[in-house]
């Protein structure tokens, strides 16, 4: 077991490997097949959102920051419309 972050995105990622290898074994259940390994991020990241318009990142080789700039990283609905429009759903 790897250690990493809890985030959304990172299941998302670890779900897509998990997929690749059930397809995987579904075609080819009984032939030796050699399965994709989920690679952990190296360096962790991260942005909370701290109202409607600050935020605070933690962004591999840059450090922490925290205001308005990367409450524009942060999108108005939080993501909600890239994961909802990511699992064939309506805004």
Known sequence: ?????????????????LVQNVKLLLKAPDANVKLKEYKPLAK?????????HIAVAELPGVG???????GKLKSKDLFVGKTRKGLGLKN
């Open 64 to 70: 922490a920051i925290i205001g308005w700039i990367p």
């Open 44 to 52: 962790p990241m991260g942005l909370v959102s701290l109202g409607r």
């Open 1 to 17: 077991m790897w250690q990493e972050i809890k985030q959304g995105f990172l299941a998302g990622k670890q779900v897509e490997v």
